[in-house]
């Protein structure tokens, strides 16, 4: 389909994934790779890991707390502005961190400069801005390739991370994670750059406040925030931990990264399978069958003894399961939200996602 897809778009289905899915792979796998510093980072600063966590576990919460803004600024001005706007952030943060000479100005860069930078060009603001533009018999698939390019994205560049720290240095590394983000910026070009205009005899834009005040009154967004909220606790903590943890269980230091990046390659599968089951299945109970299988994998993998196969295999399958929830929720917001307030509607959900996944990265430091 090449056409354009909405009032005013003139790009077809096919950039719009493009740049989207791309997008996406570079938001997530810039992020996910920064566990990786820790180690190399605290020996050479002489920081305790807790600080570092404090940074990461900030970030996440400034994360949360600023996502409904960003959603609320993205369906004011469009969703292009307030990507390329984090991608700058996210380019400030990593020079920031690069040359910090101070566990203060780490935890700046580190927590709220990049907190804001990956609420503005994270998943939520990409993808909400994605399927505003597309038919809706396409935006369980569209989010579902989304999830999964980001998945891919980890995949493909947490191993070019590590081995950059490991040839290069961790300074070297970071500042070309920094020019990498710049990339961010010319691909959000195609993804809606102003607000949609009002169409004669719609029915006026829902203010952010009335919307509030009706999500709130809704269960059906406190189930979705809840279910996000856990979602949140176990991405975060083990994108941060599961390496050192590895690590603590002698295993050798490559498994660690080997086995963020599984999870991310895995959960290519698992992204797109639940983006087809969302346009084709009760969303609500695909969302219970997916938590209820995070919380049986992770009590068996406490249980075996941990080796570098029980360790793959628990990555493989928790890859299947790691970011499987995002197509149906945004599916659910989209569908008890008016058109112009799907970015907002997701920034509050996902704001409980960041808010319960703000403490984990500390929890083992």
């Known amino acids: ?80 502005t307030v990507i390329m706007i984090g991608a700058s952030l996210q380019v400030v943060a990593l020079v920031g961190m690069a040359f910090s000479d101070s566990l203060f100005w780490f935890t700046f860069f580190a927590g709220v400069v990049m907190g804001c930078a990956v609420s503005a060009a994270g998943m939520p603001v990409v993808m909400a801005s994605l399927t505003r533009l597309l038919p809706e018999r396409l935006r369980g698939r569209a989010t579902g390739l989304g999830t999964a390019g980001s998945s891919f994205g980890q995949f493909l560049v947490v191993p070019l991370v590590a081995f950059g720290i490991s040839g290069a240095g961790w300074q070297v590394a970071m500042l070309v994670i920094a020019g990498v983000s710049l990339l961010m910026i010319p691909l959000a070009l195609p993804l809606n750059d102003q607000a949609a205009k009002p169409v004669a005899g719609a029915p006026a834009e829902e203010k952010a406040g009335v919307a509030l005040r009706r999500a709130l009154g809704d269960p059906t967004f406190w189930f979705l925030s809840f279910g996000f909220f856990v979602c949140g606790m176990h991405v975060s903590f083990m994108a941060v931990h599961l390496p050192g943890f590895v690590a603590s269980c002698h295993l050798p230091l490559g498994v660690g990264a080997a086995a963020i990046s599984l999870i991310g390659l895995f959960n290519v599968v698992g992204s797109l399978t639940a983006g087809e089951l969302s346009s084709r299945w009760k969303r609500r109970e695909l969302l219970v069958i997916i938590y209820a299988a995070r919380g049986v994998l992770m009590g068996g993998f406490l249980m075996v003894d941990k080796t570098t196969t029980s360790v793959l295999v628990f990555s493989a399958i928790m890859g299947l399961l790691w970011l499987s929830t995002v197509p149906p929720t945004v599916a659910l917001c989209a569908r008890n939200s008016a058109p112009a307030g799907w970015r907002r509607s997701s920034g509050w959900s996902s704001s409980a996602t960041r808010s319960a996944a703000s403490p984990a990265p500390g929890w083992a430091a």
């Not at 994934?17 to 790779?33: E, F, H, K, P």
């Open 1 to 80: 389909m090449a056409g354009p897809i909405a009032p005013g778009v003139k790009v077809g289905v096919g950039l719009l994934l493009a740049c989207g899915v791309i997008t996406a792979a570079l938001a997530m796998g810039l992020r996910q790779s920064l566990g990786l510093f820790l180690a190399p980072m605290t020996q050479a600063q002489g920081w305790s890991a807790s600080g570092f966590a404090f940074a990461i576990a900030l970030q996440v919460l400034v994360n949360g707390l600023t996502q409904p803004l960003w959603g609320q600024m993205a369906d004011r001005i469009g969703g292009r």
